[in-house]
């Protein structure tokens, strides 16, 4: 057999996009066990340093990770070449306004997706949601923002975006060369589903349903962002965005009002919506092709 057709197989495509994420389980698992175990050594509790020892194990991962993120940069591939010519056609001044609007739409749709969660009651009976926030805010503020709301973002948009994504669109978008417009609504097409399959493997791999729910309609937001930067910046900035209200929520007094009663909550909910369409709005118009 030719291992050209072996190389560029289904088969091969398919498993080509999953292993980075088997590494990525694989490298962050082993480091923490090795973090645990030292701080056992030490005396220290690992439940109540968990978030240390989540970054410390983050930090260990990203190197890996960006390894498959440099090597298909530089391959000639149907996506990267589209991301290179997105990014480069913007001026210094858009890219700025992209990173912070991207920031403000994802502190705000992520607010807002807790809230409805919260609505649901499905966080009062998901035992795996309740683990995981356990843990996430076990640790104390300094590892919450340095590794929730840094470290963390910045290895999944890595991953997720950058590489899953990413190899996903060079699976499923074939070569239109002639540029015809039947090709260019399917190439629209297959970058969607490609945005969707990435963001429910994104959502799944959390774990719990208040997390598959959550990731799943963020992660299809963080695609969206991805391809109108060029780069996997804009998403990590909304990543991070999302991430730190989430923080602020927990271990700080400033979003107390939202949770005063059902006006306040219901209000606060409606208005974050309307922010979240409205910064989506700008971002689509600052990035219409010219």
């Avoid at 719990?208 to 695609?223: D, E, H």
Wanted: one cysteine or more; charged letters at 15%.
């Amino acid at each position: 057999m030719d291992p050209k057709n072996i190389q560029y197989s289904p088969i091969f495509k398919s498993w080509n996009m999953i292993y980075p994420i088997f590494i990525y389980f694989v490298v962050t698992n082993l480091a923490m066990s090795l973090f645990t175990m030292f701080a056992v050594f030490l005396g220290a509790d690992p439940q109540k340093q968990y978030m240390m020892l989540q970054t410390a194990a983050v930090a260990v991962t990203i190197p890996f990770i960006a390894r498959y993120y440099q090597k298909d940069k530089k391959e000639p591939t149907v996506f990267w070449e589209h991301m290179q010519l997105e990014f480069e056609k913007k001026t210094t001044a858009k890219k700025v306004w992209n990173g912070i609007l991207m920031f403000l739409a994802g502190a705000a749709a992520g607010m807002m997706l807790n809230n409805l969660l919260m609505l649901t009651h499905l966080e009062e009976i998901s035992q795996g949601y309740q683990e995981a926030n356990t843990q996430f805010f076990a640790g104390g503020i300094l590892f919450e923002l340095l590794g929730a709301c840094l470290l963390t973002p910045f290895l999944e948009e890595l991953l997720y975006r950058s590489v899953v994504y990413g190899r996903l669109c060079d699976m499923m978008i074939l070569d239109n060369n002639e540029k015809t417009q039947q090709g260019q609504k399917r190439e629209r097409q297959s970058r969607f589903l490609a945005m969707v399959i990435s963001a429910l493997l994104f959502g799944v791999l959390h774990m719990n349903l208040v997390q598959f729910i959550y990731a799943g309609i963020l992660g299809i937001l963080l695609a969206w962002f991805m391809e109108k930067c060029g780069h996997f910046y804009g998403a990590f900035l909304a990543h991070v965005g999302a991430n730190l209200m989430a923080v602020l929520r927990v271990e700080t007094r400033i979003f107390l009002w939202m949770e005063a009663g059902k006006p306040a909550f219901y209000g606060a909910t409606a208005a974050l919506a309307i922010l979240a369409v409205l910064m989506l709005g700008v971002i689509q118009i600052q990035n219409q092709t010219k």
